[in-house]
Structure formats: C-alpha cells, structure tokens
C-alpha cells in the first residue's frame, strides 16, 4: 500500500511570495489532514477535510492559506503572502475516518522556509 | 479540543535501558495513538490503541481510558528508538485533534 505523497520535499521562499504545497493521501482514505510543525513543538491542525468537504479549519489563517480538495481525493495547501513566521514542516495526513476514529497516516512533509 | 500532557518532557538513556512515557489527558477518548517521529522528521505511527495492551516487538502501549491516560513502554531500548514520541487521543466528534508536546528520548550507545 502507497504511503501519503507530498511534494515538494523542501521550499524556500523570500517573504510576501505565494507558495503551494500538494498532498495525495492513502488510497480509499477519506480523511484528510494538514498540519503545521514548527520547530521544537508538536504538529498544530491547520485544516481537515472529509472528502471534499471541511470538517475543522479553526486554525487556519485565512487571511493568508487556503485548503482545498477537490473531488474528494488529493489536496494543495497555499500560503499568500508568506510570513517568516510561516517557517516550518507542513505534514498532510490521512485517516479512513475522521474524529481519530481510525489511524492517522503521515507523509514526509514539506520543509518550508521564509527568508 | 482535548488537552494533553505527556511525561517526561526529556528523557536519556543508555543502550539497553527500559522506560515508561506517560500521556495524560482531559476529556473520554475513543481511541489514542502513539506516534515516533524520527531525527529525519518522519512521524510513524506506533500504535491505535483505545483501551487495554497491545505489544510491537520491544515497545507495548496500555490506555486506560476510564482514567484518562495511556503509557508506551520501551524495553531494552537502542539508539534507532531516539526522536519525539506524540500521543494523539481521538475525540467522540470533529474537533480539534490535538497532539501533545511530546517527549524528547535520546538513547546513547
């Protein structure tokens, strides 16, 4: 079975510049997850989809990252303008169903870094 | 959301030490899981495990859900095992999943 893709595996950035991130979860999975960790703490919610729909955004800031899945299947992340403060690892996760209700899956991430 | 404590924020051992991480938290679960996330970054699932013991080799995981606690043994513990261990309980509805601060194990040879 195919893990969590993401991609790309490292970005770097200047401030105020737009960057994406893509995440293709486990097949079947209709959970989906991203997560911001900054160094030193644990992984934070940005943003969880079931299907194509959102189930919990609360800590997305929406002036700046937008989430979307379409078709219920893979996901972009984005982030516009970036902030030095948005430097971190952005994990996507997948789950078969949502609430914790079954195991959660991690990609690789995506290193991101603002200069 | 749910809040999590773990224990000990750090911890270090030698090669072939034994260890107990604890992970606390607030509110009923339906489920928890235990994660390592290696030097590289990589977090891997160890265990889903809602109540009861479940054993992986050199590493057990019990929840006790009533109590609102789980613990995740490592037996003869070697240097592979060093990273950042997460417990993850698992709500009764949609929220915010919450992930604790973790516990930091160096194992030295």
């Known amino acids: 079975e195919a893990g969590v893709a993401q991609s790309p595996r490292y970005k770097i950035i200047e401030k105020r510049q737009s960057v994406a991130f893509w995440c293709n979860p486990i097949s079947g999975h209709a959970t989906l997850y991203w997560y911001q960790q900054i160094l030193g703490q644990g992984p934070k919610l940005l943003i969880q989809f079931q299907n194509n729909g959102v189930v919990d955004d609360s800590q997305l800031p929406k002036d700046r990252f937008s989430a979307e899945r379409l078709k219920g299947v893979d996901s972009t992340l984005k982030i516009q303008p970036a902030k030095l403060e948005d430097s971190a690892v952005y994990l996507c996760a997948s789950s078969l169903m949502g609430a914790g209700a079954s195991p959660l899956h991690f990609g690789n991430g995506t290193r991101l870094t603002v200069t | 959301g749910i809040q999590v404590e773990q224990s000990p924020p750090d911890l270090i051992l030698q090669e072939g030490a034994n260890s107990t991480l604890r992970c606390n938290f607030s509110d009923s679960v339906n489920n928890l899981q235990w994660f390592h996330q290696n030097p590289w970054g990589q977090l891997i699932n160890l265990f889903y495990?809602?109540?009861g013991t479940k054993q992986n080799g050199r590493l057990s995981a019990t929840t006790v859900a009533t109590e609102r606690y789980s613990l995740l043994y490592i037996s003869s513990s070697q240097t592979t095992d060093s990273g950042v261990y997460f417990c993850?309980?698992?709500?009764?509805?949609?929220?915010?999943?919450?992930f604790g601060q973790g516990t930091i194990l160096t194992v030295h040879p």
């Open positions: 993850f309980p698992g709500g009764t509805s949609y929220g915010k999943l919450t």
């Open positions: 495990i809602p109540s």
